[in-house]
Each structure stands twice: as structure tokens, then as C-alpha cells.
């Protein structure tokens, strides 16, 4: 069994910066990060490949980065400029097959985190 535990939320300002982390009790090739706002649908929002092969949803390109240290199964999402349309539960997610051509499609995911909070104001 695959546990994950974030850390790394909090509340900022619109333009500022979060890093999240994400804690794997072993190490599991494809991870990803996932966000849900009160009243939708959880979304992707990044996803990475054990060969270091990242994918964003488009909302994100250019703002966030998606990490691994496959050393520490530690899995990260640096978060810069950030808008409030970015306030959400963030979950931290994991498969243990490639990741590398699948959707960011959360039911195609096994093993999720708790979530962490992110709370970005205007």
C-alpha cells in the first residue's frame, strides 16, 4: 500500500509563491498533483514520469513545476504568480504505471494524499 502525505499549503497574496510537498512511503513511478475547488470537479494539474517527463494542464504552463527526488520518494509543485482562480485542495497522487501518455484524469490514478489547502487572495 502506497501512502502519500502533503505538506506545503498555506494562503498568500495573488503573485506570490507556494512549494508543495508530497511524501511517498515508497518509491512509485508516476505522480501528479490534483486540485479541487468547493463546487467542481477535481482537475489535474501536473503529472510526472520516472524518466523526469512532466505534463501541465494549460492553466499552469509557465507558472508551475512539477518535481521528483526519486531518492527520498519526495514529490514537489512549485508554485509562482499565483492567481486566486488557484485556491483549491491540492492532492498529491500516484499510479504505479507510466504516466507518460495518459490524460490528467484523476480516476486514472490509485493512490491520493489527504490534501492541502491553498488559499490565494486578491
Known amino acids: 500500500q502506497v501512502q502519500l502525505v502533503e505538506s506545503g499549503g498555506g494562503s498568500v497574496q495573488a503573485g506570490g509563491s507556494l512549494r508543495l510537498s508530497c511524501a511517498a512511503s515508497?518509491?512509485?513511478?508516476?505522480m501528479g498533483w490534483f486540485r479541487q475547488a468547493p463546487g467542481k470537479e477535481r482537475e489535474g494539474v501536473a503529472t510526472i514520469d520516472s524518466g523526469g517527463i512532466a505534463r501541465y494542464v494549460d492553466s499552469v504552463k509557465g507558472r508551475f513545476t512539477i518535481s521528483k527526488d526519486n531518492a527520498k520518494n519526495t514529490l514537489y509543485l512549485q508554485m509562482n504568480s499565483l492567481k486566486p482562480e488557484d485556491t483549491a485542495m491540492y492532492y498529491c497522487a500516484a499510479r504505479g504505471a507510466s504516466c507518460r501518455f495518459i490524460p490528467l484524469d484523476p480516476t486514472l490514478f490509485t493512490y491520493w494524499g489527504q490534501g492541502t489547502q491553498v488559499t490565494i487572495s486578491s
Open positions: 515508497v518509491y512509485i513511478s508516476c
